[in-house]
């Protein structure tokens, strides 16, 4: 079976790609590199001894994605292609509606034309709204979002639930399938080191960071804000193994296959850890000093956010298996392997 993986070549595309070549599926993959690497996909290779298809490619140029569908029998389409930092999404709203959208709506378009029923999309729990309490369900209420991107992404769903609803109306055969993976915060690396993520500039999220300065890169982590209402004062969050994500995609698109169905299911192992405590188990695990310094807090961060998993067992049979050792002892070999991330 033959899975469109936009955006392959980013951090979890990549991870998902080597789950899916694993699982015995056909990778064709559609990215135009614009926060990635090529050298992504060739590690993949290194890392399955498998081959997969690569098309240099914008997801918005419509004549080629349908090049890319008469070419290859697609099932199923696992759509990670997206732009993801939130604070660039405030000073370029247009660009990221622009993007995330556009991508989206070129999909469902060519999707339609060629008669595939099956789309996955990497969905986030930024389309909870805050005030919600813990942990977060699927029903928890959404929207009320603190910035365009986590506006795309619930547009962007909002998208799928009509043109899957539209679709069924329309034909007497079978629906669409579309599973909207809420995803809390992904961090690790596979555990043979040769992929990871390798955000460009200085990174935005918590575990880049912490292991930039782990390996010198960086003189200090900022901490931000120590006046949280929680045990320790600091942010609390939902992290996962990205490679248990990569593993919630495989079990997304059986899922898919088996039976149409429309539903948004969070991803994420219903634990929260603190900032402090991501410190103390990745100075454990590596060995190394993390100098850091008590900042403000940042603009639009929650005190705490962390998953309801237990739909996700139901509906693919999916849970998290890595622990909090195995993340920061694969992000650090990850990063002391690629101190400079991917060569160009
Ligand atoms: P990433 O930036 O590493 O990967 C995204 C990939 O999409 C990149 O390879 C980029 O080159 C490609 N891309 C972007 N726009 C494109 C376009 N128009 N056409 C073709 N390719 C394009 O990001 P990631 O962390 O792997 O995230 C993947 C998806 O998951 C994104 O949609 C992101 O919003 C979503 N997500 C990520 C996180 C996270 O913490 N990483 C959390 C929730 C949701
Ligand atoms: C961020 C995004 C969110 C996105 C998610 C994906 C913001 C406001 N939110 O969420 O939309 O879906 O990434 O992973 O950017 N921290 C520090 N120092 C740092 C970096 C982070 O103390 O240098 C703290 C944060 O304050 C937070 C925690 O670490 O408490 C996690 O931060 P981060 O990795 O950026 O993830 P989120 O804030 O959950």
Redesign the pocket.
Known sequence: MTILVTGGAGYIGSHTCVELLENGYDVVVADNLCNSKREALERVKRITGQNLCFYETDVRDEAKMDEIFQKHNVECVIHFAGL????ESVAKPLAYYDNNLNTTLTLCRVMQKHGVKRFVFSS???VYSAGNPMPLTESSSTGGC??P??WT?YMCEQILRDAAAAASAATASEGWSVLLLR?????GAHESGLIGEDPLGI????????AQTAVGRRDK?????ND?NTPDG????D?LHVVDLAKGHVAAVKRAVQSPCVEAINLGTGEGV??LQ?IEAFKRVSGAAIP?EI?D???????V?WAEPSKAVQWLGWRAQKTLDDMCADTWRWQKQNPNGYPL
């Open positions: 993801k930092a939130v604070g986030s729990a930024t603190s910035n991107y986590g992404k995803y809390f915060n992904p961090i990174p935005n999220n918590l575990l880049p960071y912490i982590l900022p901490v931000y804000g949280y600091t942010g609390v969050r992290y603190s900032v991501m850091y900042k807090r940042r603009p639009g961060d929650l005190a956010c």
